[in-house]
């Protein structure tokens, strides 16, 4: 079982709405507990006339959930839910015990239950009086692979990271990386892989932006998220066939319930670049129109030259400001929710990374730093990325006879205008314009438990039609493209055993607007293809638990990768791309073990994915000749490649309560099968351990604690030869340092307080993920502070 | 129906029909400022004769290769020497130096020789911080030999404010960089 998972709850909260509100980062991991009744005194006999009822729900949609297994852990014990959702397990003997709760489609629940009675009791009281505990079990429905395992970053490990990108707070995930372009723009890489072989679904709806281009970050605001879910490996049944190398869920709070006001205000504070960033939320419902909630929230940051231990980079400012609003009905039987948001963000790019030509780039790594160095200032001046991104959804959903049918529209628009220092041209135009646009829309019909509630599952029909305008230097053409999907995927539970199957199938049409010179030059390409995934899950004891799941996932060429012709500034690479690519096949086999006992958890996870005419730049033997001078030519390639390997993730109570060990161990070798080496560009193999210290309460400051972490980071050794203008960066160690608490102000409002330091030792250090590795080392020491208080 | 549903119903109306916008007619992409012809214009002091040398790739990076004309000049004379860069892409084909001239003080011409003994280059013209802008010059060549002349056409913009602009080739990226041929033949 996940540890996130556990009831962190004192077992006989004297209030039960405070100790909720006081364990909120526990209490959105996916359960909450009611104690309607105990009673808490000496115990005697032995009484095997204890009770437990109660009913499970959807979190979401507060409807019950018939077919759900409740068992009491190591006992025979357990009981189904009814079609009105009620369970009730009877003649179990008092103690302490464990419940869990089993349902396909959700999370597993486990709960501590006291089933205690005093002495002086009537035995003639009703049972129900004196020995039952009435449970309520609030499930949250599970929208990934159950087979394959996800990893969530919520509650205080997302708090940590608050104020970063969200390609940094992902890193905090074993198995995920980052592709960096200095420091601000960072992408996340799952198991070696990124840009289009990830899909990211911000709140529900498939972020599509550039995201072929290593230097194109996310857009999106990390204060929205509440969660984010990695999905690592191929899951290209639920989120389209192109997720081959996972998928990242980023899931806001759900609507409240209630409609007091509430919010949260964030605040972080950065030493190096002086950032700083601002984000708050407010939400609450609407008096006159029952069961309608709102929420709006909006971030501001604001940055400027970020320092490595040497010298200040110029150029690396950063400025966003994002808002969004939500708004939605429920009711139990169905609901809608609108949602907008808004993304615009100005980054700087690191002036000493503008080179012209390959002959500049030699010069700049012979030369170790760059050649100008400035001091610190916020104004952001060309190259820089000026980038805005609108999304706009609308979900409706309806429950009838245990069915739901739920549907989701969206409507996004990114305009990205990258500002080259370029050319005796003072214009103001960008040198580079993408204007893209898509609609989505997804129809997705959960239907009621079958069989006894021991299968469950969802067929869906997803859409997507996108068109993309390029202006300024020819890089990718104009494109429209259309997708359509059907899947299904199927869900059974058997006793220790939970199988899971699922298939789809997309169709997608692409129109090419190419031009030669200024001849139009169309061209359309069609691709279709299937994809499946079969696993299983089992759980021979509350201990142990393994899982394997075998997932195909297929991605047609983007038009970059058909199309893409001229100099990549960045890389100082002449790129072209081939019309003749076919799509990519990704075979991907992946297996976990979980061990949970009492003071140790621990996780293997280990993959290994084919992927059949897996499309690369492939270096070519004579370089392009340019007015710019030489730049090394790269073709769009086929070829075969496989990428092995384990993530392991162990958290030990040393002194429980106390004093904790966390080990992150990242292993990964990607080889090219038709080359017979290795591929270019993929993550080194990593080791981070940290020691957690709860110091608990000092002076106001509750919860208290003391996190030291040691990341290590090996070369990476396994390149192809003379693949790169400089060998790959040595191995580094980074230290850093957290410190954080709670202050508990008023009934409902608290601070939450985090003091950090990375990079603690002040190292000079290079990153072969890093594409600004050839002109400069990375960031240095970096002090922040960070305050959240929620009201 | 009530109220409240036609309400919904409205909204979600209003979701899907912001999705069907016009939109625009595709276009050529236009690259702003590209520079397909580097011209060198030798004229021999105490002499009218010029003699013009071209590197020229009008497709862009990429596509045909570019061609480059072999400069033969005589050895231990004196020549000016004009640089011109131009875009013929364009019908006509417009010069890029009056773009760099107007912005003198981030650009600088540079011409190296593959061997000192091959000539030595003095920019004439100056910009208004008194440094070299490169775009016209003296060159005195060396003793019969072959080798071959870079030219490049440095772009030097301040950074954060600050000029950084001093003379030599090291600040700055790029804008053209190439290499021809030399032969100095009595």
Known sequence: MNKKELPPFPLFPLHPTRSKRRWQPQFFAGWVLFLLFHSAYAQTPKDCHCLIKGVVKDRETRQPIVGAILRIEGTSFFATTDTSGRYKIDQICQGKYTLECRIVGYKVIKTSIVLEHSAEEDLNLSEDEVHLQDVEIVARRIQTPLSQKSSLLEGQALDLTRGETLGDALKKISGVTTLQTGASISKPVIHGLHSNRVVIMNNGIRQEGQQWGSEHAPEIDPFIAKRLTVVKGAAGVRYGSDAIAGVILVEPDELPKSPRLSGEVNAAAFSNGRIGVVSGTLQGGLPQWKGWTWRIQGTLKNGGNIRTPDYFMANTGVRENNFSATTGYRSSRFGVEAFFSQFVNNIGIFSGSHIGSTSDLLNVIKNGEPFIKTGFTRNIERPNQLILHNLLKGKAFYNFNGNRLSWTVGRQFNRRAEYDLHGPQASTNPALLFRITTLTSDLVLDHKPLGNGKMSGQLGLSGLYQYNFTDGRPLIPDFEQTNIGIFGLERWVFQHWELEAGARFDWRQLDVFRFVGTTPDPRHHSFTNGSGTVGVVYTPDEKLSFRANFGTAWRPPTPNELYSKGVHHGAASYEEGDETLRPEVAYNLIGSVEYTSQRFKGELGMYHNQISDFIYLKPQAEPILTIRGAFPYFKYTQTDATFTGFDLDTQWDVIPKRFSHNLKLSYLRAYDRREQGYLVFIPANRIENELRWSVGKVFSSKDTYLMLSHLWVDKQRRVPPNSDFMEPPSAYHLWNINIGGMLSLKELSQLHWTFAVQNVLNTSYRDYLNRFRYFATEQGRNVSLKLRYTF | ?186
């Open chain 2, 1 to 186: 129906m009530s109220l409240f549903h036609t309400r919904l119903i409205i909204l979600l109306g209003l979701v899907v029909t912001l999705g069907s916008c016009k939109k625009e007619e595709p276009a050529p992409e236009d690259e702003n400022e590209l520079i397909t012809t580097v011209r060198l214009k030798f004229t021999e002091n105490g002499t009218t004769t010029t003699q013009t040398f071209e590197w020229k790739d009008l497709d862009g990076d990429g596509g045909a290769a570019p061609t480059i004309s072999a400069i033969s000049l005589r050895p231990s004379r004196t020549y000016k020497l004009e640089v011109e860069f131009l875009n013929e892409s364009v019908s006509p084909a417009e010069s890029i130096n009056s773009e760099i001239l107007e912005e003198a003080d981030e650009h600088l011409v540079v011409v190296t020789p593959s061997a000192s003994s091959l000539f030595t280059y003095t920019a004439t013209d100056k910009d208004s911080r008194s440094l070299p802008i490169g775009l016209a010059g003296t060159l005195v060549t060396g003793t019969a030999s072959t080798g071959t002349i870079k030219v490049q056409l440095r772009h030097q913009p301040p950074v954060n404010g600050q000029p950084v602009k001093n003379g030599t080739v090291t600040p700055g990226s790029d804008d053209a960089n190439v290499t021809f041929p030399l032969t100095l033949v009595p």
